[in-house]
């Protein structure tokens, strides 16, 4: 089965291991994260705390809070009782840790902040892509955590999307404004643009947006005029023009025999509820910010409890 280059999953975690790239994204993260918190009261004392779900959803976190433990507090145990993408319900421990009562008081609310987010953008992501199928659901480079967005939306079954600006080619309007010269109509320019593009130097990940259905097809019959790029697909992003519109630029290439040379992602203006009419628009991913962007992160709390060394 043919796997959409929007799913970078890979650059953040191989064979169970986090990558260099997400391992240093975290460590950044969290370093803030400490700095801004720590301090406060605290004794020797050993005690034992549970953190446990006050709702439910698709828990995510453990790999961050490991390398959390990890980084600044390696003199604690800890305990899983759940893993990632694991469902939760309302009363449920998801972690217990036994420790010096002052570490734990530190950890205390960085700990709960991280699964709260991430927990929270895995279980938005899932019900957007229950809701789109058979079409695909990916991010966009819209984060407020970075990377750690990313994880919890692949967590979550959704696509990372590029990780970076430098993670695959994704022209823009912008960029095709900027890369015009005075001389050249846009019609030209757009045309110049498509033929230079290198599939090998971006991983076989190119994306071109387009913001109507006149654009898109002169896109597509740039493309096809290279006779180099007749195995390669290239990814057409329909911004802002809506589901209906888009069914009629897939049409277009279906009547001309070329839809298989494309991915078509429909963007701009998505929401939960229009997801029913992206399904039948013949596109083959939707992207939005609202995968990870203001979404209501999932209540866990910490109790604690005097341990057998107490």
Known sequence: MFRLPHDRSEKLSSNGRLTNLFTESIDRWLYSMVEDDFGGQG???IIEAVV???SSGIFCGELIANRFFNNFFD?????WMVENGEKIYSGDSI???????KDILLLERILLNIISRLSGIASNTLRWVEAAKPIKIASTRKTNWGLLDKWAVHIGGGLTHRLSRGDALMIKENDFFSLRSSLESEEENLSNIISSID?????????????DITQGIQVAKSWKLNESNQNKKITIMVDNIGPTQAKEFCDFLISENIRNSFIIEGSGGVTLDSLVDWRSSGVDLVSSSSLNLGIVPLDFSMIFGVGNNG
């Open 43 to 45: 004794t020797e004392k």
């Open 199 to 211: 599939m090998e130097k971006f991983e076989n990940f190119v994306v071109i947006e387009v913001t």
């Open 95 to 101: 972690v217990k840790i036994i420790g010096k009562a």
């Open 75 to 79: 003199q604690i145990d800890v305990i």
């Open 52 to 54: 446990f779900s006050k």
